[in-house]
């Protein structure tokens, strides 16, 4: 817990830095920056009296830099985009074995094609499915068949702070969200993902789910969450090793790990650098075997340090759809063996690992 006068500079940094984003020119108010500011406002409120009160010394400033120097060209359109969702309050809310809000009947046909007509201009959607008064959006992935491999292997999420680094659009803090944790962060440096995790959390305002736009390198040394969880992002990381201390510093001590990446069959001595690309992916780093990945845990300190499933990414699980119309897994196999990328290394295979810290 911070002190008071922690909690008092916190405050003072954010509510400084939104008088000044407010009263920057009416180009702010066009371009919708308060209110974006109001998404993050809500979470240092939320945490000012939490195990995650610490945040509040550094987190307010970088967003408000982020705020100033986001680059995205189409930033100022997605927050007008997301201005123009209806005011629909969903019927019921189911995120337990999907993530649902509201029926069709809770809808207006009308109103119903006009969300389809907003969401849709924030495609690709990659990660989902997301299920809205009767609309799916059918996501480039089946994240729930990840969340399928990785829920039964985990410490009840009940009553815990949850951390989600690299989210995504956020479905699975959602889900996390449907196992009663008491607070689930998740932390993602792309706008876009965070404009559709805002465009659900439109029709479900639940304050204890929040997504900052804010990268690993960027998180203090929090050691409060309860469970973080880090899927599909290891792989992407320049330093793996750094990151599993970056990892292991936002968790409260016997808190748990929830590690998921792509790995290569092998032993402790095997670990996979492809060249430019891998999967036609061009950030691709370290591709570990899960003994190899399980001896760089220990080093870093984690404890009981279990592989608790392996499976190969089936074209099922990551292909093309409506709401992301682009190239997908089938396009990056090798055409003649689906055992290889198109590069011709071993294709996708991922691990869930899970470790005491
Ligand atoms: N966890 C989700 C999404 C994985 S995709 C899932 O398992 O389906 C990898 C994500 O890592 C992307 O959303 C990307 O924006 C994010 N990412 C990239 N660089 C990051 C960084 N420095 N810190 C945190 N997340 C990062």
Redesign the pocket.
């Known amino acids: 817990m911070v002190s008071f006068i922690g909690i008092g500079i916190g405050i003072g940094i954010f509510s400084s830095s939104y008088k000044l984003e407010a009263s920057n020119s009416q180009l702010l108010l066009i371009s919708g920056g308060p209110l974006a500011v109001n998404w993050f406002n809500d979470f240092y409120k939320h945490i000012a009296d939490s195990p995650l009160s610490h945040w509040l010394e550094v987190l307010p400033a970088q967003i408000a830099s982020w705020q100033k120097e986001q680059q995205h060209g189409d930033f100022t359109k997605w927050i007008k985009l997301l201005s123009k969702l209806p005011e629909i309050t969903p019927s019921s809310i189911n995120l337990q074995n999907k993530v649902e809000f509201g029926h069709a009947s809770d809808i207006s046909e009308y109103a119903q094609k006009q969300v389809v007509g907003l969401l849709k201009q924030f495609m690709p959607w990659?990660?989902g499915p997301f299920h809205l008064f009767g609309i799916h959006i059918d996501t480039e992935?089946r994240?729930d068949w990840?969340w399928d491999r990785v829920q039964p292997h985990i410490q009840p999420l009940k009553n815990r702070y949850v951390l989600?680094?690299?989210?995504?659009?956020g479905?699975?803090m959602w889900r996390m969200l449907g196992e009663e944790a008491k607070m689930v962060v998740g932390?993602?440096?792309?706008q876009l993902?965070l404009m559709q995790f805002q465009a659900m959390k439109h029709f479900n305002t639940d304050s204890r789910i929040h997504l900052l736009p804010?990268?690993?390198?960027?998180l203090p040394e929090l050691k409060a969450f309860d469970t973080v969880?880090?899927?599909?992002?290891l792989y992407?990381?320049r330093s793996p090793i750094d990151f599993l201390y970056q990892l292991k510093n936002q968790l409260r001590k016997g808190g748990e790990l929830v590690l998921?990446t792509l790995v290569v069959e092998g032993n402790e001595t095997t670990v996979l650098m492809p060249g430019e690309r891998y999967a036609q992916m061009r950030n691709v780093w370290y591709l570990p075997s899960t003994a190899a990945l399980t001896l760089w845990m220990q080093r870093v300190g984690f404890k009981n340090i279990r592989v608790v499933d392996v499976a190969p990414t089936s074209l099922e699980e990551q292909r093309a759809t409506q709401w992301m119309d682009g190239q997908s897994l089938s396009d990056f196999l090798d055409p003649n063996d689906q055992s290889k990328t198109i590069e011709g290394y071993p294709a996708p295979l991922r691990a869930v690992l899970v470790a005491e810290c």
């Open positions: 990659r990660k992935w994240s990840k989600d680094v690299g989210c995504g659009s479905y699975h932390a993602d440096p792309s993902f804010v990268g690993v390198e960027q969880f880090s899927m599909g992002v992407h990381r998921e």
